[in-house]
Every structure is written in C-alpha cells, then in structure tokens.
C-alpha cells in the first residue's frame, strides 16, 4: 500500500522559511515525477514545483527564485525548501506522485505565514 507522509509544516512570519518533506512508502518511485501541491481557502488546488526522477524541476511562476525543489531516490522521498515567505503562500500542501495510472497524494501538511 503506497503512502506519502509530509512534515515540516508550520507557522512563519513573512519573509522566514520552512522546509517540507515527504517521504513515500509501499512502491519504489525512482522513475516519477513527485511533486508539490497546495490549496488555499476557497481556492483550486495548484502545482507549486515538481521533479522528474533525473532531477528536471518545473515550479510555479510564483514561488521561482523563492522555492526549491529537491528528491533522494535511494530514500523515496521529496522536499521543498521555501525562503522569502509571504502570506499568499498560506495554504495546505500536499506531496504527490504521478504514475502512469495513478495520482498519489499525501493527505497535507498546513504552512502558515503571517504580515
């Protein structure tokens, strides 16, 4: 049974910093994409950035220069290093593997960031 437990989630005041991780159970992902999500209050959910397994990143014209994206193979897991926070970035996020048949979500982690 695959799982995809996030931590690192918090309160920040803007400008300040957080790093979530991800780690993922039950299969082997290596070969896929994982990524970051996240859903305000009465908002969509949105891709933030995400990486192939060779290390491709692809981020969301908000967060660029400001979040990085990382993953250990070896280690099945997904980070997000998020520097320069502001309170638009407040929302729920949640980790994410994409198969060819199936999307995994993690059930999300709450980052905060208060003015």
């Known amino acids: 049974q695959v799982q995809l437990v996030e931590s690192g989630g918090g309160l920040v005041q803007a400008g300040g910093s957080l790093r979530l991780s991800c780690a993922a159970s039950?299969?082997?992902?290596?070969?896929?994409?994982m990524g970051w999500y996240r859903q305000a209050p009465g908002k969509q959910r949105e891709l933030v950035a995400d990486?192939?397994?060779?290390?491709?990143?692809n981020y969301a014209d908000s967060v660029k220069g400001r979040f990085t994206i990382s993953r250990d193979n070896a280690k099945s897991t997904v980070s997000l290093q998020m520097n320069s926070l502001k309170p638009e970035d407040t929302a729920v996020y949640y980790c994410?593997?994409?198969?060819?048949?199936?999307?995994?979500w993690g059930r999300g982690t709450q980052v905060t960031v208060s003015s």
């Open positions: 994410n593997v994409r198969t060819t048949f199936v999307n995994y």
């Open positions: 990486i192939t397994g060779g290390g491709t990143t």
């Open positions: 039950g299969s082997r992902f290596s070969n896929n994409v």
